[in-house]
């Protein structure tokens, strides 16, 4: 039987995202076990990250510095913008090193089951961005879900008036994926967003 405060731990680690019970006593095995190497440098950066972290006024990132190194990065491109839901979104977006603007986040997606309305994100701030000029282009990365599409055409609604290119990424076919076995809501999209071939 492990004490109350290993126990404490293995239920805090099983709470994270992707973990389960078994795999968090496994993880808090291994950092009794490896109590320098891993356990250590562990307790150091998530005190570290602790005392630091912060939400970037500009964009709504998680870093920490306030603007986030993404904002203060003068190699990025100012006339480009992405507009994603959600932080790990844009981390997600960002580590393919394929996006040369910068973002911003919305903090979720217009949901009436929900009850998400346009005031519980940060489209007000998004509309603010674009009205102060120099953005060119909006990139609108919402989920492929109902809620995203959802909040991507309320976007569109709210930018209509701007001298801004609206762009949404696109949605289909994966690379390599086979047809058998696609659900039709992908089916369908890539039908309705085919191009002809050159």
């Known amino acids: 039987m492990a004490s109350q405060e290993i126990e404490a731990l293995s239920q805090a680690l099983a709470r994270l ?4 019970p078994r795999s968090a006593r496994r993880a808090v095995l291994h ?17 570290e990250v602790s ?3 912060s939400s970037c006024s500009i964009c709504g990132n998680v870093d920490t510095s306030d603007p986030c190194s993404i904002c203060r990065d003068p190699r990025r491109d100012e006339k480009m913008l992405c507009v ?5 979104d844009l981390w997600a977006l ?15 997606r217009l949901s009436a089951l929900e009850g998400v309305r346009p005031e519980d994100l940060t489209i007000d701030k998004l509309v603010r961005r674009v009205s102060e000029g120099g953005i060119d282009e909006v990139v609108l990365a919402m989920n492929a879900t109902l809620e995203g599409q959802t909040t991507a055409h309320y976007l569109a609604e709210r930018l209509e008036g701007f001298p801004i290119r609206l762009s949404q990424l696109a949605h289909g076919l994966p690379v390599g994926g086979e047809l058998d076995y696609l659900d ?6 890539a039908l309705r967003a085919r191009r002809p071939i050159s």
């Open 17 to 20: 995202p992707g973990l389960g």
């Open 31 to 47: 950092l009794m076990k490896k109590r320098e190497t891993a356990l250590q440098p562990l307790l150091s950066a998530l005190r």
């Open 51 to 53: 005392e630091k972290l």
């Open 84 to 88: 994603v839901e959600e932080v790990a």
């Open 94 to 108: 960002d580590r393919s090193r394929l996006f040369p603007g910068r973002y911003h986040v919305l903090g979720g």
């Open 184 to 189: 039709e809501g992908t089916l369908a999209q």
